[in-house]
């Protein structure tokens, strides 16, 4: 058994067509538009919409949220189109308990808060431009992703 077996057991190429599709859309839209792609502005951008509180009024929320919406409404649909074309539309399932979901969810967003930003943001958009607070973001992420996975892996072991 190979490495890429035993890391990628279901292939690699299409996560290889998926980051060059992710990398192409973020820098097409860096050069058509001088925009970047982070996804946590637009979770916060699309709630200006409707909550009133000072923070989601700010004009870098109001003055970004329809571009952000559609972005974002591509992401789902560039995602439906995959589910169709690649996976077959067969539902994928995790036994991961939703109450756990729910949590790291909740720390994936005081995390991309605390960051400034997400892992696209400073992954992706970041790295893709050369900067330097990206880079010791992501390696903060990807720190604090091997040690939780390594710890959690422990307790259910």
Do not use: D, K
Not at 28 to 33: G, M, N, P, W
Not at 103 to 119: H, K, P
Not at 139 to 157: K, S, V
């Amino acid at each position: 058994m190979t490495i890429f077996t035993t890391l990628f057991p279901l292939g690699w190429q299409h996560y290889l067509m998926g980051g060059a599709f992710i990398g192409a859309g973020a820098g097409l839209l860096f050069i058509l538009t001088g925009r970047i792609g982070g996804m946590s502005t637009v979770f916060s951008s699309t709630w200006s919409f409707v909550v009133q509180r000072p923070f989601f009024q700010q004009a870098r929320f109001t003055e970004s949220r329809n571009w952000r919406l559609v972005y974002a409404l591509g992401l789902v649909l560039g995602a439906f189109i995959w589910w169709l074309g690649f996976a077959g539309g067969v539902a994928e399932s995790t036994a991961v308990p939703v109450w756990q979901l729910v949590v790291g969810g909740f720390f994936l967003g005081y995390g991309a808060r605390l960051g400034n930003g997400c892992t696209s943001g400073h992954g992706i958009c970041g790295l893709g431009s050369l900067q330097v607070p990206s880079l010791f973001a992501v390696l903060t992420f990807m720190a604090t992703a091997f040690l939780t996975a390594n710890i959690f892996a422990r307790i259910a072991a």
